[in-house]
Nanobody, 120 residues
Framework: QVQLVESGGGLVQAGGSLRLSCAAS????????MGWYRQAPGKERELVAG???????NYADSVKGRFTISRENSKNTVYLQMNSLKPEDTAVYHC??????????????WGQGTQVTVSS
């Protein structure tokens, strides 16, 4: 099993920044993709950003140009730098790790989530 430990959530004013971190441990062999999903109250869970071990990335249209995902393979850690935050970014953010960006939602391991709240 893979354990994912997230950190970095919190409360920030609109226009501010936060950085999320997620460290993976355990049976990490075979994990190629890591990323972040978010879920706001009353909304479906959505992919925010994903990154492969080779550095290929995928972003939701709503965060392009504002969020940056990065990864330290040697530390099995993924980061999400969130700038120019908006109230609509408020959600619980979950770290996910799995075989590919496309399949990690269904077949990957999930962290417990960290709350991000953006006040207007």
């Amino acid at each position: 099993q893979v354990q994912l430990v997230e950190s970095g959530g919190g409360l920030v004013q609109a226009g501010g920044s936060l950085r999320l971190s997620c460290a993976a441990s355990g049976s990490i062999f075979g994990i190629n993709a890591m990323g972040w999903y978010r879920q706001a109250p009353g909304k479906e869970r959505e992919l925010v950003a994903g990154i492969t071990s080779g550095g290929s990335t995928n972003y939701a249209d709503s965060v392009k140009g504002r969020f940056t995902i990065s990864r330290e393979n040697s530390k099995n850690t993924v980061y999400l730098q969130m700038n120019s935050l908006k109230p609509e970014d408020t959600a619980v953010y979950h770290c996910v790790a799995g075989p590919t960006i496309a399949t990690m939602r269904r077949f990957g391991s999930w962290g417990q989530g960290t709350q991000v709240t953006v006040s207007s």
